[in-house]
């Protein structure tokens, strides 16, 4: 098959149509002529006349078909519609960095003042966003994102001390009234966002049992503390002594000191929660 190398069919660097270029160049040169032309046919021009010269003349004459657009109109669309696409790209990446830092599609849509749906379709490229949609997503910041889930990075350090301890998973989420598997994602690392509830709780029970030691009056429990310090001991965990209260709850905080035998000062009480809910798996 022959390559159509006729001019309208050849590209400029940008991988424009050489018609929207040439389009530029007649723009230039007929805005160059009336000017020129301005200066002594300006008093005897017509209103009618006036209406048809230059090239927005040209470009709005109206025809059976409406308005006509030249070269220099489609261009301009052109560069339109390449930065809107550029504009929704951000704003879905936006998005995705937004619920990374522990916001959800109604918590942004509620600060962008649009709804779920549409963010959610925003992020999902399921349909094009209008400019304004766009935008409006970008103006939202995680400061002034509503604060439905929180960073779990402190939450999950003090886990990891009361591991030390010997307070393993299992015994945590009893005395949280949470499901285990809710547990074991934070001491992991696999949940990077916690509720606040959670959050609270959590630290209710590491106040109270961060200098004492897990109960080992069972054979069971004695092998649940055991497997729970040696795990402490496999990933370097801190015990509470070593953690900066004042930047536990900073994302990214990291502790300088790894494990070190804790002894504590007794044995930790067993705490019950006034409600339980076994069957939430959420965190």
Do not use: F
């Not at 997503?137 to 994102?145: E, K």
């Not at 080992?216 to 953690?243: D, F, S, V, Y």
């Amino acid at each position: 098959m022959t390559e159509n190398t006729s001019p309208d069919h050849q590209s400029d660097d940008l991988g424009l149509p050489a018609r929207y270029a040439r389009g530029e160049v007649e723009r230039v040169a007929d805005d160059e002529a009336a000017n020129k032309a301005g200066q002594t046919s300006r008093r005897s021009r017509t209103p009618q006349a006036a209406g048809r010269t230059g090239t927005r003349g040209r470009a709005m004459t109206t025809t059976a078909g409406g308005p006509r657009r030249d070269g220099a109109t489609e261009y301009a669309r052109w560069l339109a519609q390449r930065a809107s696409a550029g504009h929704r790209e951000a704003a879905r990446d936006h998005v995705t960095r937004l619920r990374r830092n522990g916001g959800t599609y109604r918590s942004i849509a509620a600060a962008a003042a649009l709804s779920p749906a549409t963010v959610r379709a925003l992020a999902s490229g399921r349909r094009r966003a209008q400019p304004a949609t766009a935008t409006a997503v970008l103006t939202v910041t995680s400061r002034t994102l509503p604060r439905s889930r929180l960073d779990a990075t402190g939450t999950r350090l003090r886990l990891r001390a009361l591991h030390v301890m010997g307070h393993g998973s299992a015994r945590i989420a009893r005395a949280t009234g949470v499901h285990p598997k809710t547990i074991r994602k934070l001491v992991r690392g696999d949940a990077r966002t916690i509720s606040p509830q959670l959050r609270d709780a959590i630290t209710g029970i590491y106040d109270a049992w961060w200098d004492k030691r897990a109960p080992e009056r069972t054979p069971a429990q004695r092998g649940a503390a055991t497997a729970a310090r040696k795990r402490a001991i496999a990933g370097n965990w801190c015990a509470a002594a070593a953690l900066d209260d004042d930047q536990l709850d900073t994302p990214g905080y990291r502790p300088r000191h790894g494990w070190k035998p804790a002894t504590g000062t007794g044995i930790a009480p067993d705490i019950h929660p006034p409600h339980r809910h076994h069957r939430r798996t959420g965190s």
